[in-house]
C-alpha cells in the first residue's frame, strides 16, 4: 500500500505561485523511483482533472492547463512529490490530490482511474 500526505494549498492572488508537496511512503528505494505518481485537481461540480504526472520511466505528462506555468517533480531521497504552480488563475481553484498508480509499467497519465491511492487533498484557492 502507498499512503500520500498533501501540503502546500492556500489562498493566492491571481499570478501568483504555491507549491504543493506530496509526502508518499510504503514504497522505498528502487521500487519508489518507478511508481507512477500524479497531481489531479477537483472543483465543486466538476469531475476530477489530471494536471501533471510522472511515469515509470521518468517522463512526464502535462494537460494542456498546466503546460507553461505548472512543474512536476520529485525527489526519490525524501519520497515526495512536487507542483511547483506560477501564474495561477481563478480558474485554478480547486482541491488538489496527489495519487499513485503501483502498476509495473505505468505510464504516468492523467486519468484518475487508473490511479490506485489517494491522498487526501489540499485546496487552493486563487483570487482575481
Known amino acids: 500500500q502507498v499512503q500520500l500526505v498533501e501540503s502546500g494549498g492556500g489562498s493566492v492572488q491571481a499570478g501568483g505561485s504555491l507549491r504543493l508537496s506530496c509526502a508518499f511512503s510504503g514504497y522505498s528505494g528502487y521500487f519508489a523511483i518507478r511508481l507512477c505518481l500524479g497531481w489531479f485537481r477537483q472543483a465543486p461540480g466538476e469531475e476530477r482533472e489530471g494536471i501533471a504526472g510522472f511515469g515509470s520511466d521518468g517522463s512526464t505528462t502535462y494537460a494542456d492547463s498546466a503546460k507553461g506555468r505548472f512543474t512536476i517533480s520529485k525527489d526519490n531521497a525524501k519520497n515526495t512529490l512536487y507542483l511547483q504552480m506560477n501564474s495561477l488563475r481563478p480558474e485554478d481553484t480547486a482541491k488538489y490530490y496527489c495519487?499513485?498508480?503501483?502498476?509495473?509499467?505505468?505510464?504516468?497519465?492523467?486519468?484518475?482511474?487508473?490511479?490506485?491511492?489517494w491522498g487526501q487533498g489540499t485546496q487552493v484557492t486563487v483570487s482575481s
Open positions: 495519487a499513485a498508480d503501483v502498476r509495473r509499467g505505468c505510464g504516468g497519465g492523467l486519468q484518475w482511474r487508473d490511479y490506485n491511492y
